[in-house]
């Protein structure tokens, strides 16, 4: 038996944790009694139980899920794949999260309203996994990318993250309504907003006769609307200088996060909602383009940031292919190929945390890093080779499989773009072990020891990336019971 | 099956933990009773982990049947495999 509240309170959890903490961090921080603390550590441990309590609510409400349901005037949908989602969103939330503490002291960052506006986007994006109509979709969007604008210029006294939030929101508002456009024009041509009215108007629209050019560009807007949330070629130019302008928190967490929830929503929309070939040759080119254009540009990249954004261009170039293949295959290997490119990102982000306490910044900073640390240095190691896709790391198995599924489509081309590239890219992430373990740096950095947090997430998600080819069982499970629950 | 899926779980755990304190520059055994922690966790976790996947492929099982008998009762007749 369905139950509404329960299957709504992980939710409703996340957004009163919100507000209280919110309302905890003004009252507090404001007391002339308590000597006007700074709350950033504080109200970051509480978001950071608030994560993990809405984590195990979501848990808890999965005998629930075995059967799909819709909600709230059918504006959202409940089932296998909503599940899983939003239980790996809400990791990556809560892993993003415990590489913040160390920042706040170091940085001396005491903005606790970073941590809700976190919490917040969080919320946001669980909405829009489950989102089952064009207007619950854009208005989760919305509530998640307000947010994100704000944290990324949440480091006031620095100019390059004030820009960095500036360039964020004139752009991420254009591509908003760009979304909002394309929405507007699928119901002005269809008069339907929900997903299962939309997807028995638009499938095969193209060879029914039901040809529209209203419909036609409303599924173009909404791709590029959601291709520019992803960073896609030729909608990635916002990228590396948003994500080397803001505080490396803030940018691992966009690295991750809406990654998910964005390709979650893609998957409804277009996967369930209309999939043609129109959509399929955008998303090739896509797809194509992001692979080159992340393996070229990463080559030319001097800054540790700016080679980790063009790399996660290429990334989702490599994500894109599952896309493009329009089967249960492509979509299973999209889902494994984000699992393991957000345990990959968390990893190297974390890394570049603990090494901007000593201020490296440049991938010359990194020279001896294997004298100084060489722990740290093989587990950099081991994220970049898993980056490149060399065996038998995990990151070898996610690009295996979506060249596979490609394979499997017919999609020859597409595979070969990738293959060419992972081998392009090889260099760039090469010369990075090469500089830490050959060369000497410009001037010697002290090493100044890591926090806890940092070192067990690192020490899991290294693990995770070594060991996932011996036991790749219950993820292939998983995805492909996400797959298939998006059709059945 | 049990038996080493705790076994692995175990030393998946102390592993973690000793990573951990390698990252920070600590000795490998430093507070050991974190590495005691770590052993347990990772037990249970490996335990679950198993018992998850077996229910996977069952649930994976009942959704390819319900999607092989809606095909069927689609099409008319039985899908002929020869």
């Known amino acids: ?488 | 099956m049990p038996l080493s899926a705790t076994m692995v779980g175990a030393l998946l755990g102390l592993g973690t933990q000793m990573y951990s304190n390698a990252l920070r520059k600590l000795p490998y055994m430093r507070h050991p009773w974190e590495h005691v922690v770590g052993m347990g966790l990772g037990a249970v976790f490996a335990n679950q982990l198993v018992k998850w996947d077996v229910k996977l492929k069952e649930d994976l099982e009942v959704m390819l049947n319900k999607a092989r008998a809606a095909n069927e009762r689609r099409y008319f007749g039985m899908f002929c495999l020869c």
């Open chain 1, 1 to 488: 038996m369905f139950n509404l509240f329960l299957a709504v309170f992980p939710e409703i959890f996340i957004i009163n944790a919100t507000f209280i903490l919110l309302i905890h961090g003004v009252v507090f921080s404001t007391s002339k009694k308590y000597d006007y603390p700074p709350l950033a550590s504080n109200v970051g441990w509480l978001g950071l139980l608030s994560v993990l309590i809405t984590l195990l609510l979501l848990a808890a409400g999965a005998p629930l899920l075995t059967i799909a349901h819709l909600f709230w005037n059918n504006l959202f949908r409940r089932d296998n794949f909503t599940y899983f989602c939003q239980i790996f969103l809400l990791l990556s939330t809560a892993g993003t999260i415990s590489m913040c503490f160390d920042f706040f002291d170091q940085e001396r960052f005491d903005a606790f309203e970073f941590i809700v506006l976190i919490l917040l986007s969080t919320c946001g994006m669980l909405f829009m996994i489950s989102a089952y109509d064009l207007i619950a979709m854009y208005l989760a969007i919305e509530l998640q990318s307000l947010c994100f604008y704000v944290i990324a210029a949440s480091k006031r006294k620095s100019e390059f993250s004030t820009e960095a939030g500036l360039k964020y929101l004139i752009l991420g508002a254009f591509s908003s309504g760009i979304l909002l456009f394309g929405c507007s024009m699928i119901y002005g041509s269809t008069g339907a907003t929900h997903f299962d009215q939309l997807a028995k108007i638009l499938t095969g629209y193209e060879i029914t006769g039901a040809r529209s050019s209203g419909i036609f560009m409303g599924i173009l807007f909404i791709a590029v609307g959601f291709l520019f949330k992803i960073t896609a070629v030729p909608f990635h130019m916002w990228a590396p200088d948003i994500y080397e302008g803001s505080p490396t928190p803030v940018t691992a967490f966009l690295s991750i996060a809406p990654k998910i929830s964005i390709f979650a929503n893609i998957l409804r929309v277009f996967i369930y909602g209309s999939y043609g070939a129109t959509l399929q040759q955008i998303f090739f080119f896509c797809s194509i383009a992001s692979m080159i254009l992340g393996a070229l540009a990463a080559m030319a990249q001097t800054k540790v940031k700016r080679l980790l954004a063009y790399s996660s261009i290429g990334h989702v170039g490599y994500i894109c292919i599952g896309f493009s293949c329009g089967t249960i295959e492509g979509i299973q290997s999209l889902l494994i190929g984000i699992f393991i490119y957000a345990l990959m990102t968390m990893d190297a982000f974390a890394i570049v945390l603990a090494l901007r306490q000593t201020r490296v910044k440049y991938i010359a900073d990194l020279g001896a890093l294997a004298k100084t640390n060489p722990i740290l240095a093989i587990t950099f190691s081991i994220t970049m080779f898993s980056y490149a896709g060399i065996p038998p790391l995990a990151g070898f198995c996610s690009k295996f499989y979506l060249f596979f599924a490609a394979l499997g489509c017919g999609a020859y081309f597409l595979a070969l773009v990738g293959v060419v590239t992972s081998v392009i890219g090889c260099f760039y992430y090469i010369r990075l072990v090469k500089r830490m373990f050959f060369d000497t740096p410009r001037t010697w950095i002290l090493y100044e020891p890591m926090d806890r947090n940092k070192s067990l997430l690192l020490a899991m998600t290294s693990f995770f990336i070594t060991l996932f080819l011996l036991y790749p069982s219950p993820l292939f499970s998983v995805t492909h019971q996400m797959a298939l629950s998006l059709y059945l």
